[in-house]
């Protein structure tokens, strides 16, 4: 256990329907990242967030998906009008503020689309 | 674009042996690598990381090797245990927040 908790760990939703991930990083860390992994791939950057901005979003993100870290804190992922290539593992890592600083991951949301 | 790669998707070793996972990147602006073990249904664990200006960090039972000239990257895990066998990811980064990773090597030990 990283101390990264994500909620839930399983979602399965039918095409075309909105799903929200939580992230909750560990207290102290102030960057967010969001990944996304597909299967026997490594992850891929989404985007990330020091305290509540959000500073950069991957080409990956379209226009469906929408990231926030409001207070700071935890951070919610939203994915809308799911389609079933959005099924992915969705991974959340937490890191201290120095660029070399390891990235901790949790556990991953694993969203099947129907 | 700038890639991290791995030449072997699936290794297997006897229980005992030493293992040896390879990774080749081609950002040569790249200063920072990481090691990471992701085991079935987890998300990726940190195993070990070396900076540029390294050539060797050993760990417990783990050794990093760098070889900027070749832009290569390896983790030795000396005498793999059962526990070992999951999925190793090498990761890279340029100095920025971003992580660029491999498709990984799958280790599988052996009894």
């Known amino acids: 256990d990283t101390g990264v908790s994500q909620d839930p760990r399983h979602k399965i939703t039918k095409r075309g329907q909105n799903v929200t991930f939580r992230c909750d990083p560990i207290s102290e860390h102030n960057r967010l990242y969001w990944y996304r992994q597909t299967l026997g791939q490594g992850p891929e950057f989404l985007t990330y967030?020091?305290?509540?901005?959000?500073?950069?979003k991957s080409r990956l993100l379209s226009d469906r998906f929408s990231a926030e870290r409001p207070k700071g804190s935890f951070s919610t992922l939203e994915i809308q009008r799911t389609e079933q290539g959005d099924s992915a593992m969705y991974l959340c890592?937490?890191?201290?503020?120095?660029?070399?600083?390891?990235?901790?991951f949790g556990p991953g949301t694993r969203l099947t689309v129907l | 674009g700038e890639s991290v790669g791995l030449h072997l998707p699936t290794l297997s070793v006897q229980e005992g042996d030493n293992s040896i996972i390879n990774c080749a990147y081609s950002?040569?602006?790249?200063?920072?690598f990481i090691w990471y073990k992701q085991e079935s249904g987890k998300g990726p664990q940190f195993i070990i990381d070396?900076?540029?200006?390294?050539d060797k960090r050993q760990g417990q039972r783990v050794t990093v090797l760098l070889n900027k000239t070749v832009k290569h990257l390896s983790l030795q895990i000396a005498a793999t245990q059962p526990g070992d066998s999951a999925v190793y990811f090498c990761a890279e980064t340029d100095g920025t927040y971003k992580y660029i990773f491999g498709t990984g090597t799958r280790l599988k030990v052996l009894a």
């Open positions: 890592a937490s890191s201290l503020p120095r660029t070399e600083n390891e990235q901790f």
């Open positions: 070396i900076r540029s200006n390294m």
């Open positions: 967030f020091q305290n509540e901005a959000q500073l950069e």
């Open positions: 950002n040569s602006a790249s200063d920072y």
